[in-house]
Nanobody, 114 residues
């Protein structure tokens, strides 16, 4: 089972990035897919998640700026991040959760700085 993130990088405040997470087809269908982030010295936090039927959930700090989506045909999940702020700087992790099972990607760093 693999989750592979891509799309992180350095961006100026106010800019945009799109993160992608490619997964094994065997774990995608019924799983709640999510994006978490961990900033230096802080705990990992949920950014957004999406159920197999498309119901989404966001942490308050990203509402209106970030959009999570999934492509069930491609077994992929995305995080469109707009109006990025320095406080969005973190390593972003893709997750797949179903009942008591969780899988994680290796993370992709996002740095928002001028």
């Amino acid at each position: 089972v693999q989750l592979v993130e891509s799309g992180g990088g350095l961006v100026q405040p106010g800019g945009s990035l799109r993160l992608s997470c490619a997964t094994s087809g065997s774990i995608f269908g019924n799983y709640v897919m999510g994006w978490y982030r961990q900033a230096p010295g802080k705990e990992r936090e949920l950014v957004a998640d999406i159920t197999s039927s498309g119901t989404t959930n966001y942490v308050d700090s990203v509402k209106g700026r970030f959009t999570i989506s999934r492509d069930n045909a491609k077994n992929a999940v995305y995080l469109q991040m707009n109006s990025l702020k320095p406080e969005d700087t973190a390593v972003y992790y893709c997750s797949a959760k179903y009942l008591m099972t969780s899988y994680w990607g290796q993370g992709t760093p996002v740095t928002v700085s001028s």
